[in-house]
């Protein structure tokens, strides 16, 4: 930045994101490739912007934490990042023509639910009777919050995520199933050897082994998972045994699955990946067993939309697709797309040539580009 300046850089902001996001220079460094000592010059300088003696990370040997003036930032830098992508977007859109219902969907949604997200993406390419083929998926990871905001800024078409309050459609929060916590456990191993039956209780199994989502995940929603245990473990006056602690969803199951521990989690966690490896189905040995007393806690499977906003056609098919292949009824109807535009005839043009193209060699029985016979060959019939 120059001296003197005021205004703050888009590259600014991308790296202090980075470092916000990994708690590390050195770390975010590796990510940007570029030296950690530029990452610290460029907070300094945005420091130095922003005001006298604002400090944006408290260092220390373990990493760096954002202050209060860091969050600030990050959630204002986070917008200003997604309006400049929007912006480019629309200019792209504005030479290349409409792109709503040909360009790929783009899926925001939590890690919890990422098997499901997987079955509506297969079931959505595979769809053969979708008007628009072939059909592309841009899919990404990202906490609650995040996948709100890039929802609501138009970041993404459409978000698959899961909130413990009560959904509001009219904010464009759409109830899918609503989910229990609950004990998750395998059917080999320790369920199988103790038989604990339609019910758990905690007092009658203290020697069990718990994996369990660390303190230290980066995701939001696997730390507020583990306040919800760790309080109804304090609750009960229990201690448990914990063998394993994972920093995501995926790493606390696979412990789970091998038959050692068990864990508290959402019943949504054990919908089967249906289109993983080639068709197997993933946790087919575990299972869902009710606590006793229960927990009361409940998630909630919501799709998201921008609010008082139709959803984009592409928008609308994911949605479909991913409800008809996890088997899904919504609990509130979403709304309804708008049919796609006509493609501008450069791009009809390349769809046509792929649809000829499909259909067989030039001169084939069915192929529309077949000669017609000239007038002296029929007169000759």
Not at 32 to 60: C, H, K, M, W, Y
Not at 152 to 165: P, R
Not at 278 to 305: F, I, M
Request: charged letters at 20%; glycine letters at 8%; aromatic letters at 6%.
């Amino acid at each position: 930045m120059s001296k003197g300046s005021t205004h703050l850089t888009l590259r600014q902001l991308e790296i202090f994101r980075e470092a916000a996001r990994l708690g590390n220079f050195r770390d975010a460094s590796k990510a940007l490739r570029i030296s950690p000592t530029a990452i610290g010059q460029t907070v300094a300088d945005l420091e130095r912007s922003l005001g006298e003696n604002v400090r944006l990370f408290d260092r220390s040997q373990t990493g760096s934490q954002l202050t209060d003036a860091g969050r600030v930032l990050l959630e204002h830098g986070d917008r200003m990042l997604l309006e400049e992508a929007a912006a480019r977007r629309a200019i792209s859109n504005l030479f290349n023509g409409p792109t709503d219902a040909y360009r790929p969907v783009r899926i925001a949604y939590e890690p919890l639910v990422a098997g499901l997200v997987g079955n509506g993406a297969y079931a959505l390419i595979h769809n053969n009777d979708l008007p628009v083929r072939p059909f592309e998926v841009d899919a990404v990871e990202a906490d609650h919050e995040t996948v709100v905001r890039n929802v609501q800024s138009g970041e993404v078409d459409l978000g698959i995520s899961y909130m413990a309050g009560e959904p509001n459609p009219a904010a464009g929060e759409y109830p899918v199933v609503v989910s229990p916590l609950v004990l998750i456990a395998s059917n080999r191993g320790v369920y199988h050897a103790r038989g604990f039956g339609k019910q758990y209780s905690l007092t009658a199994n203290e020697s069990q082994r718990f994996a369990i989502p660390s303190k230290r995940s980066t995701n939001p929603g696997m730390r507020e998972l583990r306040a919800l245990i760790d309080r109804y473990f304090l609750e009960q006056s229990f201690s448990p045994v914990v063998s394993f602690e994972g920093t995501t969803a995926s790493s606390v199951l696979a412990m789970v699955n091998t038959g050692r521990m068990v864990t508290l989690n959402y019943t949504i966690v054990l919908h089967d990946d249906l289109h993983a490896n080639k068709g197997v189905t993933l946790h087919t040995d575990l299972r869902a067993v009710p606590l006793v007393p229960p927990t009361n806690q409940e998630a909630t499977l919501v799709v998201l939309l921008k609010k008082g906003a139709r959803p984009s056609f592409g928008a609308s098919s994911f949605a479909n697709a991913f409800l008809l292949a996890n088997k899904l009824e919504p609990l509130v109807a979403l709304p309804e797309a708008p049919a796609p535009k006509p493609l501008p005839w450069p791009r009809r043009r390349a769809h046509h040539a792929e649809a000829l193209r499909a259909l067989g060699p030039p001169g084939g029985a069915c192929h529309p580009t077949r000669r017609l016979p000239s007038a002296s060959e029929r007169r000759a019939r």
